[in-house]
């Protein structure tokens, strides 16, 4: 993998913005699409990329993010249509060499896997990890509990 890659995510929710605020920590030129605005208010104050307000459905969009000089696209909304449309014509027309998607239908994986498009499926995630849990070959643990806030004088209950 490259030291710095031209990233461009489409979908600015809890999983879009996780990405774009961790990859861009990594030193990586990250782009971000969404259709609200408001979207982008998930992004982290350290976040030193770009976000573009628009339907990437549409190709002025994908060609606003320069989709032709990106080295991953990652599609993560919530419609798995508009996933695989984008996910395909970051693969068939602007060539990107690494696309994947976010499927939440787990039968349409085999539909992406066929158009070269890599796959996170979280519903097929959750089943395997339950699974094996049951199976006990896993074990499911608790995030710890948050830190008490930390402030410099005492609360009162009276």
């Not at 449309?85 to 060499?97: C, D």
Request: aromatic share 6%.
């Amino acid at each position: 993998m490259k030291n710095n890659l031209y990233i461009v995510i489409v979908g600015c929710g809890r999983v879009g913005s996780d990405l774009a605020n961790r990859l861009s920590l990594e030193g990586h030129a990250v782009v971000v699409i969404d259709r609200d605005e408001s979207a982008f208010g998930a992004l982290s104050p350290d976040f030193s990329g770009f976000r573009i307000e628009g339907d990437a459905s549409h190709l002025s969009v994908l060609k606003e993010a320069k989709l032709p000089q990106a080295d991953v696209l990652i599609a993560t909304t919530h419609e798995d249509n508009v996933n695989l449309m984008v996910a395909q014509v970051a693969r068939k027309i602007f060539r990107v060499p690494q696309v994947s998607a976010r499927v939440f239908d787990p039968r349409r994986e085999q539909v992406y896997a066929r158009l070269g498009i890599e796959t996170v499926c979280p519903t097929s995630l959750a089943a395997n990890v339950f699974l094996a849990a049951i199976h006990g070959e896993l074990v499911i643990e608790s995030p710890p509990p948050p830190a008490p806030p930390t402030g410099g004088g005492e609360v009162s209950g009276t």
